[in-house]
């Protein structure tokens, strides 16, 4: 199984970036699929999950700018990055993970995403 995340790179405070996250390798569904990010210094934390049926959450720092969204035929999971600040700069990670069987938890190997002020 293989997660590869795409979209990612230099954009100026007030722009806007689209991440994708495609799922490849496997079966998926029942799940729950997240972005991640961890700045330099500082622990990996949550920014937005969907599931598979659909249902968000989004951390308080990314609400109102950040939407997080999933199309299951393709298994991709993508999230809109829009009035961007230079402390969104960060590595962004994905995940799927299930947590009843069959069980999973895959990881990408994360984008860099900087946002210069």
């Known amino acids: 199984v293989q997660l590869a995340e795409s979209g990612g790179g230099l954009v100026e405070a007030g722009g806007s970036l689209r991440l994708s996250c495609v799922a490849s390798g496997g079966q998926f569904g029942g799940d729950v699929s997240a972005w991640y990010r961890q700045a330099p210094g500082k622990e990996r934390e949550l920014v937005a999950s969907?599931?598979?049926?659909?249902?968000?959450d989004y951390a308080d720092f990314v609400k109102g700018r950040f939407t997080v969204s999933r199309d299951n035929r393709k298994n991709t999971m993508y999230l809109q990055m829009n009035d961007l600040k230079p402390e969104d700069t960060a590595v962004y990670y994905c995940r799927f993970r299930r947590v009843y069987a069959p069980r999973y938890n895959y990881w990408g190997q994360g984008i860099q995403v900087t946002v210069s002020s």
């Open positions: 969907v599931t598979s049926g659909g249902t968000t």
